[in-house]
């Protein structure tokens, strides 16, 4: 990314060889991307971010098709979720399909509601807090037996780094990947549509991105997106065979250091990253506090702009009880976590639990 951060300013749509050379690696980074997830360089669509392309898979596709039914899974993020929402104003109906206590889509519940009507299927890889997979090929399946040619959206952002997306996801319609989720710079995303789906722009200028994404370029995103996307691929299955028993420890240790914690949901259900429990008798937010000034970035349930924490649509959807869902506790692992980290949250974490126990705040 460096050389276009530092001096290599070309726009890409001009003409002289500064210009020149930004669309090359552009164009680079979009046959790459291309590739990594299964799709042809010209249904790449860049954009500024996970939210904006599923905004403008839901948005675009609407300008393009009769208005009809968007499905949603309950587990989805706020941007699949509030984009479907925004729809219901424009004469869209919004359907959300139920999970089970694991988070992962309820089948014969998705096929109730799938109809000649249904024009968008939503259905995210993974889940962004209790690390569900989600099965794409199947959902899918009955989108194209059940509904009169709905589209499906595959929301993979949090999926890019743990699954093959373009086997796990294949023959998706939409597929959106955000760059800060495998490594890459924020504020920079990919849309993959699916040749022949039918979409109108949602941002309006000069018609970059094949008419699809209007504005310039962030080359040294596209850059960094495309790179981190290559290495998120080569390095996938290293990490997850690092990571699970990293993962492993921790839940195991934790269950065992805190009493009255349990496990959110079945592991095997689960990316090998994310670790997720529920602490009885603690408030997520005064935890989280507390493990702040012990060094620990941990996260609750989700957390909007401001910060401020709600109870979890998600762990709601998946039936857990308000007095569990209030202490939740999400630690997630990765490329940077080390076997020290570990041990370090499992000393901080049961005294932080047993402190707060001893004396709410
Ligand atoms: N979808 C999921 C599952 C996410 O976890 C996120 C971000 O956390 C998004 C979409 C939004 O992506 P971005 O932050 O790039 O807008």
Known sequence: MMPWLTGRFGNPSGSHAVARAARTVIEDARDQVAGLLGGQPREIV????????????????????????????AVEHDAVREAAAARVAFGEVHAVASVDHNGVLDLPQLTELLN???????????????????????????????????????????????????????????????????GGPQGVGALLVKEGTRIGPILHGGGQERERRSGTQNV??????AAALQAAHDDRAALVSRVTPLRDRLVD???????????????????AGNAHI??????????????DDGGICASAGSACASGAIHTSPVLQAMGVGADRAEGALRMTLGATTTSDDVDRALSVVPVAVDRLRRSPV
């Open 46 to 73: 860049f954009t500024g971010g996970g939210t904006e392309a599923i905004n403008l898979a839901i948005g675009g596709t609407a300008l393009a098709n009769q208005p009809g039914t968007i499905i949603t899974s």
């Open 116 to 182: 000649k009507h249904v024009r968008i299927v939503a259905v995210m890889a993974v889940n962004n807090e209790v690390g569900s997979i989600q099965p794409i090929a199947e959902v899918i399946a009955l989108a194209r037996t059940h509904t009169n040619g709905a589209l499906v959206l595959v929301d993979a952002v949090q999926g890019a780094v743990w699954l093959d997306v373009a086997t796990h996801c294949a023959s998706a319609d939409l597929l959106v990947i955000s760059g800060h989720k495998f």
């Open 220 to 225: 040294a995103g596209i850059v960094g997106l």
């Open 253 to 271: 240790g934790l269950l065992n250091a805190i009493p009255e914690a349990s496990e959110t949901s079945e592991r095997h259900t689960k990316v």
């Open 278 to 291: 529920c602490v009885a008798g603690v408030e997520s937010e005064s935890l989280l506090v507390l493990l």
